[in-house]
């Protein structure tokens, strides 16, 4: 049973660019979760969704920032026009029933 | 509130010396789940431990070991005999037991072992 999926593990992009990260739940997950981790800091929560459904966005900036998670594919977490600060490592955890959440290996977005 | 303080932002020991990282934390929930994460410089999320509220009993494991006090809020983590393989960022996380609830992290303790 392969763990919780990110991709990019790296992701480069230039200042106005759009980056979008991918994570795909173990198999039988159906909640996703998306954290940010600011150099030299602790994780951030920043949304929690079920299959086509957002629970819970009180973490994400109001501008630029939006989440998905389709009927069918991966959780996509989406940044329109970059900016440096941004740049930060993006983890993604899933679970089952809500006693467990397993992380994926991050990904890691730097914007020049 | 829903906070989580580590205190030691960074700790430098000598390989087999004994070590002690600080978690102190704040939540509004009787009931909830206390963790330990490692994070080597590779970067992902080693899960360490998760603890309920309901269950005060000291863990050991190994070289790890845990104390977890209620009366205090604390659930402070030790590595006895370290390695310069323990070395990483150290991360104590709280979360409520019920409703899918997310992860509230600290800041994090980075731990280097000299050989």
């Known amino acids: 049973n392969a763990g919780v999926m990110q991709n990019p593990r790296h992701l480069v992009r230039r200042r106005g660019q759009e980056a979008r990260l991918r994570c795909s739940p173990m198999?039988?997950?159906?909640?996703v979760y998306w954290y940010r981790q600011l150099p030299e800091e602790g994780l951030k929560f920043m949304v929690y969704?079920?299959?086509?459904?957002?629970?819970?966005e009180s973490g994400m900036p109001k501008e630029r920032f939006s989440a998905e998670f389709p009927k069918e594919g991966p959780s996509i977490l989406r940044i329109q026009q970059v900016v440096r600060g941004d740049s930060a490592a993006y983890f993604c955890?899933?679970?089952?029933?809500?006693?467990?959440?397993?992380f994926g290996p991050g990904t890691r977005l730097t914007v020049l | 509130a829903q906070k989580v303080t580590q205190a030691q932002t960074e700790i430098s020991v000598v390989e087999k010396e004994d070590v002690t990282l600080d978690c102190v934390y704040e939540?509004?929930?009787?009931?909830?789940?206390l963790f330990w994460y490692k994070q080597p410089p590779s970067g992902e999320l080693v899960f360490l431990i998760r603890r309920n509220s309901f269950d005060e009993q000291n863990e050991i494991s190994g070289r790890y070991s845990w104390n977890f006090q209620k009366s205090t809020s604390s659930f402070n983590f030790t590595i006895t005999a370290s390695q310069v393989v323990d070395s990483a960022v150290y991360f104590c996380?709280?979360?409520?037991?019920?409703?899918?609830?997310?992860?509230?992290f600290g800041s994090g303790t980075k731990l280097n072992v000299k050989p």
């Open positions: 939540t509004r929930d009787t009931t909830y789940y």
């Open positions: 198999k039988g997950h159906s909640h």
């Open positions: 996380a709280l979360r409520a037991l019920y409703n899918f609830n997310k992860f509230y």
């Open positions: 955890a899933s679970s089952k029933t809500d006693n467990e959440q397993f």
């Open positions: 969704l079920q299959k086509e459904n957002i629970i819970d």
